[in-house]
């Protein structure tokens, strides 16, 4: 479906544009994502308010081409008071200061009502399906904590499956993360607002949260031991296709500066870490090729979005030890030496 054309993508580029250039001014990391995390809510309440307005003035226009056929108290009717009616006809106020005379007018104002009384409706109904598809999304991204981290790496959570012994479980993990990232598509397809709205718990995302699940998938998919590759392609697959549905809902263009999150330093690191906890890639002359063949599907889409949303994406190869959110509270994410 294009949306080229529509009310709400044009409030979003414009809104989102004025938004975030006051986020990139904001030096310290905690305030500026406190910061963003109210633009997803409010954004909706400021479209619905635009879509009320819009077709109150709409409704008014028609009232003002039509002659202003009104009965007002103050005998003179004029735009003013066709706004004043349709305001009050839209909100099914029905004050009857102000009267249609002519057909025409009674007409518009019995529209008017119903798409008043339909437009409440969608929104009583609209509001809850936002909020379910969100708090799916969150129960995920809260799984993700225990298994990868927080923030999340693909090396993190072949570690602790690994350490722990629970290779097979990752196995039930990429298939409920494949249904994860096909809810994940379908949901913010069909409401992109969603995209802005930020994760609940401190250093994650949805965002970050689909690469990490890439990033694995891709790993797996060339090849390690205990793991069968097509399951781990299928999961990728999903998760792929929904990195660039959603990168292309802003219409914008993938990352072509060629900067990539794993050069070929931190793949050493990558699979010198492997081989230390026990799970080395197959054919590792050729895993780094093969890898980089993956990665090139979605990682130009993921750092798009990354920057359009201002979202930090989690890397290959952590850097500090960090304590798991379950761990700490938002005060102190630092394990204590």
């Known amino acids: 479906v294009s949306r080229r054309l529509r009310l709400a993508r044009l409030f979003y580029i414009i809104s ?7 986020a990139k001014k904001i030096r310290s990391n905690d305030r500026k994502e406190y910061y963003l995390s109210y633009y997803g809510p409010l954004s909706l309440i400021l479209l619905l308010v635009l879509w009320a307005t819009c077709l109150v003035f709409g409704f008014a226009l028609l009232q003002f081409a039509f ?3 009104m009965h007002a108290p103050e005998k003179i009717t004029n735009f003013g008071t066709d706004l004043y009616v349709s305001g009050t006809t839209f909100f099914t106020l029905g004050l009857g200061d102000v009267i249609p005379l002519t057909g025409v007018a009674r007409a518009l ?5 119903g798409t008043g009384l339909g437009f409440i409706a969608l929104v009583i109904g609209y509001l809850p399906v936002i909020y379910q598809a969100f708090s799916r999304r969150e129960v995920g991204i809260s799984l993700l904590d225990a298994h990868a981290g927080s923030p999340s790496s693909a090396l993190e959570m072949l570690r602790r499956h690994s350490q722990g012994h629970v290779m097979d479980e990752l196995i039930e993990h990429l298939h409920e993360w494949e249904n994860w990232s096909a809810e994940l598509l379908e949901s913010h397809l069909s409401y992109p607002v969603l995209m802005y709205y930020r994760s609940q718990h401190d250093r994650q995302s949805w965002l970050s949260a689909l690469t990490t699940i890439l990033d694995v998938s891709a790993i797996l998919t060339i090849g390690i031991d205990e793991v069968p590759e097509k399951a781990a392609w299928f999961t990728f697959a999903i998760a792929c296709h929904a990195a660039i549905d959603l990168g292309q809902v802003f219409a914008t263009s993938p990352d072509d500066t060629q900067i990539r999150r794993l050069p ?3 793949f050493i690191r990558l699979k010198e870490a492997l081989i230390e906890i026990g799970i080395p890639l197959h054919d590792e002359d050729t895993a780094e090729e093969r890898l980089a063949a993956l990665r090139e599907q979605y990682e130009p889409y993921v750092i798009t979005l990354a920057r359009y949303l201002q979202m930090p994406l989690s890397g290959w190869v952590d850097v500090l030890e960090t304590a798991d959110d379950w761990q700490t509270s938002a005060w ?3 394990k204590q030496a």
Request: no cysteine.
């Open 16 to 22: 989102w544009r004025f938004w975030s250039l006051i």
């Open 67 to 69: 002659g202003s056929a």
């Open 109 to 113: 104002t019995i529209i008017e009502v």
């Open 264 to 266: 070929h330093e931190d």
């Open 332 to 334: 102190n994410h630092k």
